[in-house]
């Protein structure tokens, strides 16, 4: 049996036809840049993340940035990041000339650990980037306290999220801003690159939607060096249709994830846990083992697709090795790094595909372990 990590079919095929028509149309009206569909995309999103404000981006990492530079981040500001996620999440603060400040992540959620974050602000502290990692929504209690106490900006980074909720407020609704990303296989994936910017403050979506059209302040009229990152027409008609499947689907995530759960229960391996005040979407299914490369290697003699999430933390990485980090500092992430394996989920996965993989798991674990 052949099991990907990812299978797009599934949904594709189950809004295949309303796409079509969606693309057939939009050809006929030749609109592709802004226009209707952004505009109702952007309309949908914010009324369903809970937000006033919703801007199209190019991708999740533009819209980071450029989160970052409407709240005027420059060099010699600091920006509090995890120490573990996608690297979107801090080349974005490089990007600005600001220096990222890496905080280890909590040993069961992933997320920033709140516990560390108040060590690390400083007067120079600009912002804070939460990372509401593998679709788990990070603690926002305990890290918008501190955030408030000091008056710090909270920047959510959403790329794995699109449809968590930290008790009643979903990921993208509760920190200053939040970044979505929807390349294809994130959670609301569109059929290329395509991301956004959630905020309730108007100030900084105006600053926004100028900043990404090429600092225009309506055609032409030129305000400031911007650039251009714009969510395209053909996407937006795509997520459209998407959106009204999202809970559905994240439903069906979770659901994949409790099989696993039970079909891996005992010592066998660390399975995910869901804090009390989440809605996980299992963006990801991350579990913790010994060997976990040559168990990958394993899996992938029996056909099952399992990848790490990633390779090393963010404090590992080549491009922020002139920081000086000490990997001892953050003894959560490196220790994830020895130990994550994440396992095929998608919303069209079968009962048995998930019990395939569980059997060749527990083989591997059991030839290795
Ligand atoms: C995917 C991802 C991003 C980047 O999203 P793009 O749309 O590809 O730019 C940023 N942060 C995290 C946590 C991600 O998983």
Request: with cysteine; proline share 4%; aromatic share 10%.
């Amino acid at each position: 049996m052949n099991i990907p990590f990812n299978d797009l079919t599934w949904q594709n095929n189950l809004i295949k036809t309303e796409i079509l028509e969606g693309i057939t149309a939009l050809m006929s009206e030749s609109v592709y840049i802004g226009g209707e569909c952004v505009e109702e995309f952007e309309n949908v999103f914010a009324e369903y993340i809970g937000v006033k404000y919703c801007i199209g981006t190019g991708n999740c990492t533009d819209a980071l940035e450029l989160i970052l530079e409407a709240c005027g981040t420059r060099a010699g500001d600091e920006v509090i990041v995890p120490a573990y996620s996608w690297i979107s999440s801090a080349s974005s603060v490089i990007r600005t000339g600001a220096t990222p400040v890496f905080v280890d992540v909590h040993p069961d959620y992933y997320t920033l650990d709140p516990s560390l974050v108040e060590a690390q602000i400083t007067p120079n502290t600009k912002a804070l980037i939460v990372v509401h990692f593998y679709g788990i929504p990070a603690e926002m209690k305990e890290i918008g306290a501190i955030a408030e106490k000091y008056g710090i900006r909270i920047i959510e980074d959403c790329a794995q999220a699109a449809g968590a909720a930290y008790n009643k407020g979903k990921t993208g609704s509760m920190g200053w801003a939040g970044a979505f990303s929807f390349y294809p296989t994130k959670n609301l994936g569109a059929l290329g690159d395509g991301g956004c910017v959630t905020t309730n403050d108007k100030k900084l979506s105006d600053k926004i939607r100028v900043l990404a059209n090429h600092g225009q302040k309506g055609k032409n009229k030129h305000k400031i060096i911007g650039r251009n990152s714009r969510l395209d027409a053909l996407q937006a008609k795509i997520l459209i249709s998407k959106l009204k499947y999202l809970d559905d689907w994240n439903m069906r995530r979770v659901k994949a994830a409790a099989r696993y759960c039970i079909r891996l229960t005992g010592n066998l391996v660390k399975l995910p846990v869901t804090p009390e005040y989440a809605r996980h979407v299992y963006h990801l299914f991350v579990i913790q083992i010994e060997n976990h490369y040559e168990v990958q290697g394993f899996l992938e003699q029996r056909g099952i697709q399992a990848f790490m999430h990633y390779p090393l933390p963010l404090t590992e990485l080549e491009p922020f090795e002139h920081l000086n980090l000490r990997s001892c500092d953050f003894p959560v992430a490196k220790n994830m790094a020895n130990r994550i394996l994440s396992l095929p989920i998608f919303p069209g996965i079968s009962d048995v595909q998930i019990d395939y993989v569980c059997e060749n798991l527990k083989e591997a674990i059991a030839f290795f372990g």
